[in-house]
């Protein structure tokens, strides 16, 4: 059970628009192209704190006084990356309200790009206590909010991890690239977007043109060819490894290196339900995630064409033997794929922001949902990606933040110690 | 445009520092993936253990550079032994997705705030990590420049020193893969039932190869740290086991002198299209890029090199075919 050692906490997070990390409350508004610090002022009940005044600074000569807003939050444009000076100037919070450990009141942060996120703990009453670890006291409010945040971030790798799967059963191939599938789902609804069309027209469709494009496209232009010639599939591996490094600098070249926000629902703030905070976004995009995963499932059930699916993924030859079309399965099979991954990079893409890397980043957790699920298994690919977004927000409780996915990776190397073959696998040879 | 620059500095890149520290890990890779048939894709995380070595032995702890060799040589030891327990016995798909985890949980480990006191944090460790190398330099002290190779002093004694290292590591693996182990190792690759069916121990043969490979790599590290006098975490990304392999792919695996060869063209043909491309855009010829485009561009050939070279000619340029079946499964 979890200690309550002092108040209720409430946090203040600083988050570079880099982050990887699903921060809860930071959310950048469209500075498109910058260095944005953002973050937000939540007192312990929850409710956010307006008017407190941030000063962020550099040794070049840099200087930006910022207060928080209705809702709590912050923002600072910045010139650039380089070592900041964040001071907090603790008498514009309220009465009552205090820092957790002084010291915070003043620090300097590296900014470079990456992952970089400060939590900051607000207590209640004057000045901070002594002793107890920050990450270890934690209330049960804080225990549901990491809970409900690892839920929709897993709902946003299963949506990946789905489509990862799907190709890898039915070819047998390890995408390395399909992570970058997930980028340019992100920045094909980005360039609509900065064309001018509203995000709620710019998603769909974009989630239409990267499964026709990048899903039966490539299946079309390079995989399937490669099959007729009977590459290996070790061969068919690192082609797509090259094919992810040549995707992922091109999304560089064209969009820049620096992290990119949605002109719509860039910065809204949370709202409450219950003992936790979500911002209607993340709660809307997951409903759909949702859906979209229940329709998948049971199209891949239940269809004609999933059930030959399913057929051609137990045993190719045999499903092409009772008059499967099993190239048109596998067309069908990167369609799907493709659009499921351009879904998820537009979620990543609205709940964080868009950066040329962001695909490669959540790769290896796309990895560990689907060996922890099971290769190749619909449900595992599911049940796989929820558990490890659980896990990875729930380690940040005892470990710090930024190891979070190293805890990840860490139990997707025990799994296959002890079950190879995945919580929902079948058991076959794996070794 | 200045061709005759872009030549010598496209040369001095193709055999410089850079070259020397991806084609030791190359080395390293022939052993494991073109002799072993390990599809060991977290091989930077040995050429990092090598250069924290360094770090840690010679900045933490003020102690001797030669005797970091000796620990990057047991660290490579333990961290093949740690990664190869688990995973040798998984099949090669499996063992691709562990082994690039493991090398990025590596990395997200020594970067961690965590022991920021003794490996740097995000930020590395950086100081004169070399200098007990670079007091032994045998070149004159007013030594200015070879003729058209543009090293300085210090660089061209880690220069000569890292092809010595390839040399012997070179002839290492000549001499290894035509013993009796080489031809236990090449049947594992070839067909690991029937080595278990003639009473060998497969398990044991893979794990000598993984920690051979992961040392020769650990070298790989130690040359970075010793020539850039720095360890940056964030440099182990594993896009550097990808290049690793594309130069172990393009000169041919299975081949002996395989990745030098490779990593000669490799680094050539990546200078080259980046000072050609630089000056082309200085020269105004080419107005619809950015100078920092160029970066992005050669990684974008590099992908696109792989993909070719995989499909048109997987055993690279001096690769057997029947050599190396690139579709165990």
């Not at chain 1, 992922?248 to 860039?266: C, E, M, N």
């Not at chain 1, 859906?291 to 699916?309: H, M, N, P, Y």
């Amino acid at each position: 059970m979890l200690t309550r050692a002092r108040g209720t906490a409430g946090a203040l997070v600083l988050a570079v628009l880099t982050a990887l990390g699903f921060a809860v409350l930071a959310v950048g508004p469209a500075h498109a192209a910058d260095t944005v610090l953002v973050g937000s002022f939540t007192a312990p009940d929850g409710s956010p704190i307006p008017d407190v005044a941030v000063t962020v600074s550099n040794e070049d000569g840099f200087t930006e006084t910022i207060t928080s807003d209705a809702g709590g939050e912050f923002s600072a444009v910045l010139p650039g990356g380089g070592t900041y000076q964040i001071d907090l100037d603790v008498s514009t919070l309220p009465a009552g309200i205090a820092l957790e450990k002084p010291e915070d009141e003043s620090r300097s942060l590296l900014v470079l790009g990456g992952e970089k996120r400060i939590l900051t703990k607000l207590v209640e009453g004057e000045g901070g206590g002594s002793g107890g670890g920050g990450f270890i006291n934690v209330t049960g409010d804080q225990f549901l909010q990491l809970l409900f945040d690892g839920l929709l971030f897993g709902v946003m790798i299963a949506l990946a991890a789905l489509g990862l799967n799907l190709v890898f059963g039915t070819t047998g191939l390890t995408n390395f690239s399909h992570g970058d599938l997930v980028t340019l789902g992100a920045f094909t609804a980005l360039l609509l977007n900065l064309v001018g069309v509203h995000l709620v027209i710019a998603a769909p469709i974009a989630v239409v043109f990267c499964a026709i494009v990048f899903g039966w496209g490539q299946n079309r232009v390079l995989w399937r060819p490669l099959r007729r010639r009977k590459t290996g599939l070790i061969a068919m591996m690192i082609i797509s490894i090259g094919l992810a490094i040549v995707l992922r600098y091109s999304v560089a070249l064209f969009f820049g290196a620096a992290p990119q926000t949605y002109k719509q629902y860039a910065g809204q703030s949370g709202i409450s339900l219950g003992p936790v905070t979500a911002t209607p976004k993340a709660l809307i995009l997951a409903v759909l995630a949702i859906i979209t995963l229940v329709v998948v499932v049971i199209w891949v059930q239940r269809s004609r064409i999933g059930k030959a699916t399913r057929a051609v993924s137990d045993n190719p030859a045999l499903a092409s033997a009772t008059g499967i079309d099993v190239e048109k399965v596998i067309s069908v099979v990167w369609i799907v794929s493709a659009g499921l991954a351009a879904f998820a990079g537009i979620y990543l893409g609205m709940t964080q922001n868009s950066v040329w890397n962001m695909g490669q980043r959540i790769l290896l957790i796309i990895f560990a949902s689907v060996i922890l699920g099971g290769l190749g298994t619909v449900y595992g690919a599911i049940v796989g990606a929820l558990v490890v977004g659980v896990f990875i927000n729930m380690t940040s409780l005892i470990i710090p933040t930024e190891m979070k996915t190293v805890g990840a990776l860490f139990v997707m190397i025990i799994i296959l110690m002890i079950r190879p073959q995945g919580l929902l696998g079948r058991r076959e040879r794996v070794g | 445009m200045d061709w005759g620059f872009i030549l010598t500095q496209t040369t001095t890149q193709a055999i410089g520092i850079t070259a020397i520290i991806y084609i030791l890990a190359a080395i390293g890779l022939n052993v494991q993936f073109g002799y072993a048939g390990l599809l060991n894709f977290g091989q930077v995380m040995f050429v990092a253990a090598g250069s924290y070595a360094v770090g840690v032995i010679v900045l933490t702890f003020d102690l001797s550079l030669w005797l970091s060799i000796l620990v990057a040589i047991i660290v490579a030891t333990a961290l093949a032994l740690l990664l190869g327990i688990p995973t040798l016995r998984l099949r090669a798909d499996y063992l691709a997705i562990v082994t690039i985890a493991a090398s990025e949980l590596f990395r997200l480990s020594v970067r961690s705030i965590a022991f920021k006191d003794t490996l740097g944090g995000a930020q590395g460790l950086n100081g004169k990590l070399g200098q007990q190398f670079h007091d032994t330099n045998p070149l004159p002290a007013d030594f200015q420049s070879l003729p058209v190779l543009s090293w300085t002093r210090q660089d061209l004694w880690v220069v000569i020193v890292g092809w010595l290292l390839i040399a012997a590591f070179t002839v290492l693996v000549w001499l290894l893969v035509r013993s009796p182990w080489g031809r236990v190792i090449k049947g594992i690759r070839e067909d690991e039932d029937a080595v278990v069916s003639l009473g060998k121990n497969v398990f044991v043969y893979k794990m000598q190869a993984l920690i051979l490979g992961g040392i020769i790599a650990a070298f790989g590290g130690i040359v970075w740290a010793v020539a850039k006098q720095s360890v940056q975490p964030d440099t182990f990304q594993p896009d550097f086991t990808f290049f690793a392999y594309t130069i172990l792919l393009l000169g041919g695996a299975a081949r002996v002198f395989g990745p030098i060869v490779g990593g000669i063209i490799f680094w050539f043909l990546l200078a080259g299209t980046g000072e050609f491309l630089g000056q082309a855009i200085q020269a105004g010829w080419i107005d619809f890029l950015q100078a920092t485009d160029v970066g992005n561009i050669r990684f974008m050939l590099m992908g696109a090199g792989l993909i070719a070279l995989m499909v048109f000619r997987p055993q690279g340029i001096f690769g057997d075919r029947k050599e190396l079946a690139l579709d165990a499964r």
